[in-house]
């Protein structure tokens, strides 16, 4: 009689430790984070300053990712000449894909040296500045052009950036791209590192999109890749590595963003094989 009421309580104690077993996964399994979709990925590309064989080679890993388009972050030419532009421009038209750009310094260099305004050459061989970009699903992307380190960020140019992002509470995800980056936390090659009135058009853009609900921020020029958050923390920042092998620490590179279901992003810094 023992021997079954000792039998009885062993498969007792086993049952309750199976219902013991199959709380604890349940809970697990409620845990546990459900899968993210991605609903847009698009590359990211800077400074080929007229090494467009790297740019190609880019662009075609960037096809190859699965993006759904490219932002270009300016200085794809070395001095900015219409030959040095309109070679670049091929290598973005051959890709294939969507592109949208802005110039960089160096684009602005001989239209300024000839006398005319800096942004001539760059609009003769692209056709115009990319602004906004991307207003779909819940997302709105902007462009605005700072490239020029002289006279920064037209009065057009401001206003119309302000009035884009005025609306960014209506969008779930506001994410500006510029050639140079009005801040970082370690090098003083920022906006305005060369004039004192850019420098406070840089701090007046950084408290704009600190207090206009902009989620993220991505520049060029530095030729190397870094994330970092805006002074007040609001805004992600990211300086995307340089296309081209010169002044180039890290390498030949590129970015890839990738956006998911709940609006949330992750870059991949890829190098350029």
Do not use: C
């Not at 009885?8 to 349940?26: A, E, K, P, Q």
């Not at 209506?170 to 791209?177: E, S």
């Not at 600190?210 to 870094?226: Q, W, Y």
């Not at 081209?244 to 890290?250: D, I, K, L, T, V």
């Amino acid at each position: 009689m023992r021997k079954v009421l000792l039998l009885i309580l062993i498969v007792f104690l086993s049952y309750l430790g199976y219902l013991r077993y199959l709380s604890d996964l349940s809970e697990k399994q409620s845990e546990s984070p459900m899968p993210k979709t991605t609903i847009l990925r698009f590359a990211l590309v800077s400074d080929s300053e007229n090494e467009n064989d790297l740019l190609s080679k880019a662009l075609n890993q960037a096809k190859g990712a699965g993006v759904n388009f490219v932002i270009g972050l300016g200085d794809f030419s070395s001095v900015g000449t219409l030959d040095q532009l309109k070679s670049a421009k091929e290598v973005f038209d051959k890709s294939g894909l969507t592109y949208y750009i802005t110039p960089g310094d160096r684009d602005l260099w001989d239209s300024r040296n000839r006398g005319e305004e800096a942004i001539t050459n760059f609009l003769q061989v692209f056709g115009h500045l990319s602004q906004p970009i991307y207003k779909e699903e819940g997302i709105q992307f902007v462009i605005i052009n700072n490239s020029d380190i002289y006279t920064g960020i037209s009065d057009a140019e401001i206003s119309n950036f302000k009035f884009q992002i005025s609306n960014s509470s209506q969008y779930k995800l506001t994410l500006v791209f510029a050639h140079k980056t009005p801040f970082h936390p370690q090098s003083a090659h920022v906006m305005g590192e060369n004039s004192q009135t850019v420098a406070e058009q840089a701090s007046r853009l950084v408290e704009l999109m600190e207090t206009s609900s902009v989620d993220g921020f991505f520049s060029g020029d530095l030729h190397f890749f870094a994330q970092f958050n805006s002074p007040s923390g609001n805004v992600k920042m990211t300086t995307i590595g340089a296309v081209n092998s010169a002044r180039n620490f890290q390498g030949p590179r590129f970015a890839v963003v990738t956006v998911f279901d709940d609006y949330s992003w992750e870059v991949e810094d890829i190098e350029i094989r």
